[in-house]
């Protein structure tokens, strides 16, 4: 005979039989259900309850609720409260099976018993192989928790799963974050939404009109205003640098600066003059914060400056126009050099990661990934009603 035990899935002290169709029962905690959610703590409530007799009780038996799982052949899974008598039996059934070691191998056995699991804080049944089957086992996970409202309950258990896949998870989210961004909140998880809201506004203008219908309409509303506001920021930072002189060609009123102060600096005006025509021709072009990937190419190339831009063989095409001696080249190409290394700093809080994406010089991403997310960012913290009903899952 196997030793008893007192632990998920079969709990000695436990007041609550669930049963499972195939003869997959549980016997666990009505306290436990009723933390989870309001529904829980309606059909076990305490005076629901059966009142055991006192044979009962001297035999050991706890049991005063049952849940039964029906409708799973039709459809239509849900679970409802079964009476239980005196002796802690029901009679839909006598004695109280095996449990089987929890093991369940229906799809929706497994995502009702991976909700149980998450109301124990027990590690989830999820294939921790395959993102795309893990995810598959989530959602199902959380259809389940949100007909009985105990996403809260559930939560946790579920980012933990997802996260512990690393970076094929965050791979995943920098390639669909529309998908991951509506997951994210149905289940509360900053740190998935936080991911998903960075490369949805990185790639807001590179979106297709389909992705954008099946966002939900509060995820929609934060990235329309974090992406204004990211608008914002960048047109800032276009303006510094269009505004920006080096410290060497200003002067001081009180030095009572003359025509041959400024004639010294020629060649620094002539790499200014150069510097804003390349950049104002960007501008015009739309490539700067107008474009679809939101100036990304354009603000490396600036970011990374040296022969990124500006290099020798365009400097030729200014010569064209103002031809001088190879001597005269270079120092016009030293000067502009010098300044251009001059302008990483305005452009390097954009291309910082804030993303948990990992990824070398040669592999990063098509689109800005600095968006600084903020917990009222959250649809859920935004809203107290609603959001999470707006959210698209098809």
């Excluded at 809201?197 to 590179?206: A, D, F, N, P, R």
């Excluded at 920021?233 to 303006?239: G, S, Y």
């Amino acid at each position: 005979m196997a030793a008893k035990r007192s632990s998920f899935p079969k709990f000695d002290d436990g007041d609550l039989v669930v049963s499972l169709p195939e003869g997959h029962f549980y016997q666990l905690h009505a306290g436990v259900f009723r933390r989870a959610s309001n529904f829980f703590s309606q059909i076990l409530a305490e005076n629901m309850g059966a009142v055991l007799s006192s044979k009962a009780k001297k035999e050991g038996i706890t049991i005063r609720f049952r849940l039964d799982l029906v409708g799973v052949s039709s459809g239509n899974a849900h679970l409802i409260a079964r009476q239980v008598n005196h002796m802690g039996r029901s009679e839909v059934v006598g004695i109280l099976p095996d449990i089987e070691n929890g093991k369940v191998p229906n799809k929706v056995y497994q995502h009702y018993d991976n909700v149980f699991r998450s109301f124990y804080n027990e590690p989830l049944r999820v294939d921790t192989d395959n993102l795309v089957t893990a995810l598959h086992d989530c959602i199902g996970l959380v259809d389940v928790a949100e007909s009985y409202d105990c996403i809260g309950a559930v939560r946790e258990s579920v980012e933990i799963s997802l996260l512990r896949q690393g970076q094929v998870l965050f791979k995943s989210i920098s390639q669909k974050p529309v998908a991951w961004a509506n997951f994210a909140c149905r289940i509360q998880s900053p740190t998935i939404f936080k991911d998903s809201l960075i490369h949805l506004v990185g790639m807001w203008k590179m979106l297709k009109e389909d992705e954008l219908a099946n966002l939900g309409s509060d995820i929609s509303k934060v990235c329309q205003r974090k992406y204004e506001e990211f608008q914002l920021e960048k047109e800032a930072i276009e303006l510094r640098i269009l505004g920006h002189y080096s410290l060497s060609i200003q002067k001081a009123e009180a030095d009572n600066p003359g025509r041959s102060n400024y004639a010294n600096d020629v060649y620094s005006w002539m790499a200014l003059a150069l510097f804003r025509q390349w950049f104002a021709q960007n501008i015009v072009q739309g490539q700067n914060l107008l474009a679809k990937d939101g100036g990304y190419a354009f603000y490396y190339l600036l970011y990374k400056g040296g022969p990124y831009y500006l290099d020798h063989k365009q400097c030729e095409g200014f010569h064209l126009y103002f031809p001088m001696s190879k001597k005269g080249m270079t120092v016009l190409e030293n000067h502009l050099a010098q300044y251009k290394a001059e302008i990483p700093a305005f452009v390097a809080p954009l291309m910082a990661n804030r993303s948990q994406l990992e990824f070398m010089e040669s592999t990063r991403p098509d689109h800005l990934v600095c968006l600084e997310v903020e917990p009222e960012d959250y649809p859920w913290n935004a809203s107290s009603e609603g959001s999470i009903n707006s959210v698209k899952t098809d």
